[in-house]
């Protein structure tokens, strides 16, 4: 079989849609790490795949990791090694009650793969930027219970859930990305006093300066209802489920890290 050049790699990690987000990110840092004897072709690849994944933040976070670390190889490794050992759906598998309905917004790797694994959890699930029929999909094929919730329904769906999650789609000091419905959700369940619980997996956290330039992609728009993204603030968060556990949001985030790499957010000549 022929060997593929690492810049034919990236390539295709860039052409890519459709795939999970770790998945991508992933087959980013497997090219990324040849070619760290050439820093200015890390940096030239790791904005172009950044502008064809505007909404990947594992893939930011490795870049970013590629192109400030001292040793980039060994960053960007560490970085591979986090993302494939990743104990947040194995987390939430042991903290959900047991034989809990579970109100979701949309796809989630980690959330979908922690209620399969459960198996004893009926899953509500609001459809979002249309992913909420592949989690149907994968809940039908593993025999978990599940419904998708139309939008005058989710205001009972959250009243006749035991816990409500909003998974993130990338955070900073600054704030939370999350797919649309994720704020409804949560006004929601304040609302009716229910567990909130936001799930933030490993590499989603960006330095402020890159989780801006993610917002301002997804969601700096016109009209700011049709972009598919919900920003909110800390304060609208009480608990978070990642790796290390369940945790308030202070202590979680004196955990977690990006490097700032504002080189990143130059424009690339494509």
Not at 52 to 77: G, K
Request: glycine share 6%; charged share 20%; hydrophobic share 50%.
């Amino acid at each position: 079989m022929r060997k593929v050049h690492p810049i034919e790699h990236l390539r295709y990690v860039a052409r890519v849609h459709g795939a999970d987000p770790v998945e991508v990110a992933l087959e980013a840092s497997e090219g990324l790490v040849h070619m760290v004897r050439d820093p200015a072709a890390v940096v030239v690849s790791a904005r172009r795949m950044m502008e064809h994944h505007p909404e990947n933040a594992p893939l930011w976070w490795v870049c970013a990791h590629a192109v400030t670390a001292m040793e980039p190889q060994t960053a960007i490794r560490e970085c591979a090694q986090a993302l494939s050992t990743d104990a947040t759906s194995e987390v939430l598998q042991a903290e959900l009650p047991s034989d809990a309905t579970v109100c979701m917004a949309g796809w989630s790797g980690h959330v979908v793969d922690a209620l399969v694994r459960r198996g004893d959890v009926r899953a509500l699930v609001v459809d979002s930027l249309g992913e909420g029929q592949d989690a149907l999909r994968v809940f039908a094929r593993r025999g978990v219970e599940a419904e998708l919730v139309a939008p005058e329904g989710i205001a009972a769906a959250v009243a006749a859930s035991d816990v409500t999650i909003v998974t993130a789609k990338s955070t900073s000091r600054h704030g939370v990305l999350c797919a649309g419905a994720a704020l409804p959700l949560v006004a929601l369940a304040r609302l009716f006093e229910r567990p909130l619980w936001l799930v933030a997996p490993v590499g989603v956290h960006l330095a402020p300066s890159l989780w801006q330039a993610m917002k301002e992609d997804l969601c700096g728009r016109p009209d700011t209802w049709a972009s598919g993204y919900d920003v909110m603030e800390w304060s609208h968060v009480s608990r978070i489920v990642d790796a290390k556990g369940i945790m308030d949001v202070e202590h979680h985030l004196a955990t977690v890290s990006c490097p700032d790499a504002p080189e990143l957010l130059r424009r690339s000549a494509i």
